[in-house]
């Protein structure tokens, strides 16, 4: 990497690990994100004039998609069509300096561009491929296209969220793209680990519905458990109790309860001791069992007093609560500004853009709080090509 | 590890890698999981006589804790009290032989037991650690306790999911404690390689709160780009339209068009053809700005059949969408079925426990059926020590 180019990028494990990337709109594009924050050089290969998807997507701010641009940073573009011969050439000289390639395709569609794994994998034996597709390159679905509301709905999670009686409930955000993403980036991560050991590269296939049961967490437990199929619970924990939000004086707090040492410490701080020695309450368990009528006798007390009332009281107690924030105060929390959790990048075009930070926090590397902006389409070809 | 151990422990690129595991409830034992599922051997180490909490959590099947038991299949368990000085002289012994140390205390807690990154560095120069708490190790909250739901509505997904007249409503899985999870496994992942090639070892400090964050995708670009702050949207989209539930005649179907190809096809295929020249309907943003117009006419031709007249229907014309399933019908899916994503683990005491599969499927790796259970406490002590 040149000089020029290392300005604001960040430095991290990856350093030295150049990725190929040939994904859009935001399953892979996060992966490559991910990998780009732990300090890899993220090559975007994106179609002639229209580039990736994300590109047309609001919001925009003065016509630029400030969606693409908080998932692009730090990353550079070259247009190439991958069904015209120079830019297949282009494209191959490319792959024999890359480590991964990463593409989220619909199943297949690689094959059918001549860049099947065998032949990758036999003309470039240390490339590590890693698709993410709806359903994978297996199975009967996987030539079948999805979006993250295919597989919100497909893989379950959407018949666990809502209110008992709502209609269906996404969730907002787009977890079924942001999983595959994190998976994905995890398989790369090993198997960069597996090739420093071993010299062999690997062939990641994750799928985004594959990837929505992973995510499921208790559904199938409570499933295999009972025999009775799971729905929707509002605010609640389907087994812990209570572990929910609340209504208070003038908005909701939430309450987090996970045993019964932190239950008494909260029903005696909310002025209810005697919730502690009632046998509906006298184990997690119970407290399951009984809910409606803790909730009630809960809420009865909470709303005497406000949010702002109770949250210092309670955090003195030692018991886990919390406000349900917006977008802007979670923006403005002190704890998330001190982590560095808002970045900016300065577009050339639109000047200052804020966005979500690297979570990951290493010694040994900065975390610098402004980052490289995204690319405009194909505005590194000269310097990706020349080298 | 000996012979035994290795029956139904899964090969993977961490194969060789011990991990020792100081986690408890779900966001670490979550990470630990990954990590066995990619090969890593994961010796928990638990507070004697009761185990991790987990171990208390339902659903019960006879007595024991699916929930458990789904998360920490194919982990090996010793009792150790760190406060115990023999105790911690058989710990020391472990971290000795160990790569990795993750733990998921309140921030602050490895430190009061003599275990503080620089004590660990010194003595123990090629351990990694990592950490995954409510807040993160600094900033004004890092000794606050969380839960998935503290950090759910502190992060901001909260409010940006449920529809809008209704009460709070919580993610129904709890991507609180799953995304820290998988941040700290791609944290872990990504120090094993750079351990790999330059020998140093790296102190991982990953925030259930800073996951949150970067996991709100879209959320602040929307808040920076319009200055509104935004909120849920029941089972819509905020900038892709269509992209969302829609009533049918005996349900609900969810349709996903991204683009106006899409857009075209679905208009056509549902017998809508003029919607495709509607002067509202011409572009995404468009679509989106008339979301109430376009819903309302797709839901009067979607109600004339049902959900199952309609997805072949559409799925032909290469329309993305999909039911929504709920978790019986997930775990019959052919797709998931043939994807291995439901695995098995034989438990001594209860029998066939089912729970979800690893979705990073690889080259070179088995991505075996049956998985090995999760341990009862203590249960590995003898030949954990002895090795």
Redesign the interface.
Known sequence: MSETDSVNSPQ???TGIRVLDLTR??AGPYCTM?LAD?GADVIKVEVPERGD?AR??????DGKS??F??INRGKRSIALNLKNAQDRQDFETLLATADVLVENYRGGTLDKLGYD?ETLHKNFPNLILASAS???Q????RN????????????????????PD??????????G???AG??????V??????R??TG?A??????M???Q??????????????GE?????????P??TP???FSTADG?I???T??DILFARMAKTIGLPDLIDDNRFMS??LR?QHVEALEQQMEAALTRHTTAHWLPVL?SA?V????????????N????V??N??VSAIDPDVGE????????????FADPGNRRPAPELDADRAEILKR
């Open positions: 991290g494990p990856f709109v935001l991910l732990l998807d047309h997507i609001g919001p925009f701010i400030a969606y641009m908080s794994w709806g359903f994978g297996t199975g009967p679905y079948k296209p999805a979006y993250d509301m295919v597989v919100q709905a497909m893989g379950g999670i959407m018949s666990l969220t809502g209110h709502s209609p269906p409930t996404r969730v907002g955000t787009s977890v793209d942001i999983g994190l998976f994905t980036a995890l398989g991560a090993s198997a960069l680990f597996h420093a050991q062999e690997l062939r990641i296939d994750v799928s519905l594959d990837c049961v992973a995510m499921l967490e208790n559904g199938i437990a409570r499933y295999t458990a009972t199929i799971p729905g929707p619970l509002g605010s609640r924990h087994s812990i572990f929910q939000a909701h939430v309450i987090a996970g045993n997690n368990e399951c955090e030692g886990p609560c919390g406000p349900i924030n917006n977008v802007e105060q979670v923006l929390d002190p704890q998330i001190a982590r959790m808002v853009v804020r966005m979500a930070g690297n979570p990951i926090k290493m010694s040994g």
